[in-house]
T-cell receptor, first 110, second 117 residues
Framework: LAKTTQPISMDSYEGQEVNITCSHN???????ITWYQQFPSQGPRFIIQ???TKVTNEVASLFIPADRKSSTLSLPRVSLSDTAVYYC???????????FGAGTRLFVKA | DAGVIQSPRHEVTEMGQEVTLRCKPI?????LFWYRQTMMRGLELLIY????????DSGMPEDRFSAKMPNASFSTLKIQPSEPRDSAVYFC???????????????FGPGTRLTVL
């Protein structure tokens, strides 16, 4: 399983766009990049998943460059309720053995 | 759908006692996962099942831990005997895989907060 590296913590203000970058230099051809969000006292929640280029949903966008050795989760116009830990995972197609790293603790201030 | 259901939500027990955590996955999901989360070690995958069969239990810390899935709608994680270092939040998650779709999306339950005194 490819190892991921992401910042331990980030601070932002309400209304700003937040970009969290994850490094996964050893990503394999059949690996997908998945991001989860975890609020205090809750289980992680799936946010977005992608293989290459750009993926967008109602919550976030995921940018993946051509070499796929990194990815960037973009949260538009964050609010206080986006304060959470964000995990970047690399999972093979059809694979289920997931490794959650330390994640990035995002703190949104008023 | 009610989502993944875990019980109890909180458990306080004394060292040496047996602890049983329970999980009901989302109907139709054929994968079930048990995780443990602590401040020191983060979120660790303990074991996962596919169609009620354990596939990978390499994350189970030691023989004191055991997990079963007697049917598609129920799983247990048992710790016997419990120790203070087992204190953690234990999450159950479920998922499914279909060839036409991408890789897994896991749906997590609310967790069981275990305190061993």
């Amino acid at each position: 399983l490819a190892k991921t590296t992401q910042p331990i913590s980030m601070d932002s203000y309400e209304g700003q766009e937040v970009n969290i970058t994850c490094s996964h230099n050893n990503i394999a051809t059949n690996d997908y990049i998945t991001w989860y969000q975890q609020f205090p006292s809750q289980g992680p929640r799936f946010i977005i998943q992608g293989y290459k280029t750009k993926v967008t949903n109602e919550v976030a966008s995921l940018f993946i460059p051509a070499d796929r050795k990194s990815s960037t989760l973009s949260l538009p116009r964050v609010s206080l309720s986006d304060t959470a830990v964000y995990y970047c995972l690399v999972v093979p197609y059809g694979g289920f053995k997931t490794i959650f790293g330390a994640g990035t603790r995002l703190f949104v201030k008023a | 759908d009610a989502g993944v259901i875990q019980s109890p939500r909180h458990e306080v027990t004394e060292m040496g006692q047996e602890v049983t955590l329970r999980c009901k996955p989302i109907s139709g999901h054929d994968y079930l996962f048990w995780y443990r989360q602590t401040m020191m070690r983060g979120l660790e995958l303990l074991i996962y099942f596919n169609n009620n069969v354990p596939i990978d239990d390499s994350g189970m810390p030691e023989d004191r831990f055991s997990a079963k899935m007697p049917n598609a709608s129920f799983s247990t994680l048992k710790i016997q005997p419990s120790e203070p270092r087992d204190s953690a939040v234990y999450f159950c998650a479920s998922s499914y895989f279909r060839l036409a779709e991408t890789t897994d999306t896991q749906y997590f339950g609310p967790g069981t907060r275990l305190t061993v005194l």
